[in-house]
């Protein structure tokens, strides 16, 4: 059944991404939101390439699609950086360090999503607004589950086997007073911290589409998807995703790009959904457990000597697989002098060596230093919260792992990163036609 369903998720996507970009992206996040439900149900090794085989199907209709001129300037930078990300580790597979196996399964881990960048890199306006489309109605899907699983319990969803194991551990949420017994919510995901995340991380573009201004009913529909996206985060129960949250709603009130209705309109959501979490004990004091103290606790366990010791030692890495990667049960035997982190950074570190450590702190820079772009842009605000989030979560990647290996919080992250370094189409047609050069009328091939 699992192999089934791996054949199934290959062939939407590839029959999705030869009809456009956007319906193959839209494909591929789709499986990715059910992808840790279905693994759940499923025991199954095969189970574990559900996601994986999805991609493999978009990939194979877009990254050899011919652009047209325009593209192929705006996706340039993108292409560069992404030669130096994933050609590193290619190189890495010379250095005998670890075991081909294991080195295979590293390699995975820090080059598969990298493709989407490109195709991040590819998205105009009008292509974001569809995607926003596509990622409204899978929030309310998932906040869907979300409730089901908040009032009739995890069983009905989640079976007890060794892939629930992580959710079922995370039953440290109050509940009438009782420090354990309420389990943080997963929705559909694999475990509740990748719900929250991929809530936030699809926010700003979901409220950047609500200010585009275009059809009613969608924006009723982006107006329900941001409400439960919101809700979400608080069902999840992550102390790090509020605190996100937090920061992107602080943000947003204060921005001046909202104008008098839709800043009326978000408060009022802001404090509905307000009033929901401190009348139910279960969200709100999840909130109250944020403190100074807590989250320096936090960092302490993931930025300690031990991890400053390690890198000091291993300049040059433990081989791919050998710093952090999640290595399959039956590969463990074969990982030479393992060295567990819980830092992403620290896990680059040990498994691509400080050259590659210093290639992905060098892209971060260049992303988050890219320009929001003209303060017309009705996608202005959206750039702005995108940008934030991005750092946000970059951020956390020093005090946990799976930052670029989450399922389908990774690929998200990529499509944002590339989207916010990338320029518009209008920008480059402007600066092709003031060298003097006539600016192209059509483009080579349609891609979404």
């Not at 199954?44 to 559900?50: A, C, E, L, Q, V």
């Not at 996706?75 to 030669?83: K, M, S």
């Not at 109250?288 to 936090?298: G, Q």
Request: proline share 5%.
């Amino acid at each position: 059944m699992a192999l089934l369903v791996c054949a199934i998720a290959f062939v939407a996507t590839f029959v999705a991404g030869r009809r456009s970009l956007v319906a193959g992206l839209g494909a591929v996040i789709a499986v990715g939101y059910f992808y840790g439900i279905l693994r759940a149900n499923l025991a199954s090794t095969f189970s574990h390439f559900i996601f994986d085989a999805a991609v493999a199907g978009l990939y194979l209709t877009q990254l050899f699609r011919p652009l047209d001129l325009v593209d192929r300037i705006r996706i340039q930078p993108i292409r560069n950086w992404l030669v130096l990300l994933a050609g590193w580790p290619f190189l890495l597979l010379l250095l005998p360090l670890q075991d081909p196996m294991v080195q295979m399964v590293g390699l995975r881990a820090h080059v598969y999503f990298l493709p989407f960048l490109l195709l991040g890199a590819r998205l105009d306006r009008e292509d974001l607004y569809r995607l926003a489309l596509v990622l409204a109605g899978l929030n309310l899907a998932a906040f869907a589950f979300a409730l089901g699983e908040f009032f009739f319990g995890l069983p009905y969803f989640y079976p007890r086997n060794e892939v629930t194991e992580l959710v079922y551990r995370s039953n440290d949420v109050r509940s009438a007073g009782s420090l354990l017994g309420a389990f943080r919510i997963p929705a559909t995901f694999a475990n509740s911290s990748q719900y929250g995340g991929t809530m936030i991380i699809t926010l700003p573009v979901i409220l950047g589409a609500w200010f585009a201004k275009r059809i009613h009913r969608h924006r009723v529909l982006f107006a329900c998807a941001m409400a439960a996206s919101v809700l979400g985060v608080f069902f999840s129960a992550s102390r790090t995703n509020l605190l996100v949250l937090g920061v992107l709603i602080m943000v947003s009130l204060v921005s001046g790009r909202m104008g008098v209705v839709g800043r009326v309109g978000w408060v009022a959501m802001l404090a509905a959904i307000g009033l929901a979490v401190s009348t139910n004990e279960r969200l709100f004091l999840r909130l109250m457990s944020l403190n100074a103290d807590t989250i320096l606790e936090r960092l302490s366990w993931s930025m300690n000597a031990g991890v400053l010791e390690l890198v000091t030692k291993h300049p040059m890495g433990n081989g791919l697989g050998g710093g952090g990667s999640s290595i399959p049960h039956f590969l463990l035997h074969l990982v030479r002098n393992p060295m567990p982190v819980e830092n992403q950074y620290a896990s680059i570190m040990l498994e691509q060596g400080l050259p590659g450590l210093l290639i992905w702190l060098a892209f971060i820079a260049w992303v988050l230093t890219r320009g929001a772009g003209s303060r017309d842009d009705p996608w202005h605000l959206a750039r702005r919260l995108g940008k934030i989030a991005t750092a946000a979560f970059l951020a956390t990647g020093l005090i946990g792992l799976g930052l670029f290996t989450a399922i389908p919080f990774a690929p998200l992250l990529f499509i944002w990163m590339a989207w916010l370094g990338t320029p518009q189409r209008e920008q480059v047609v402007r600066a092709i036609e003031a060298r003097g050069a006539p600016a192209p009328t059509a483009r080579l091939a349609y891609h979404g």
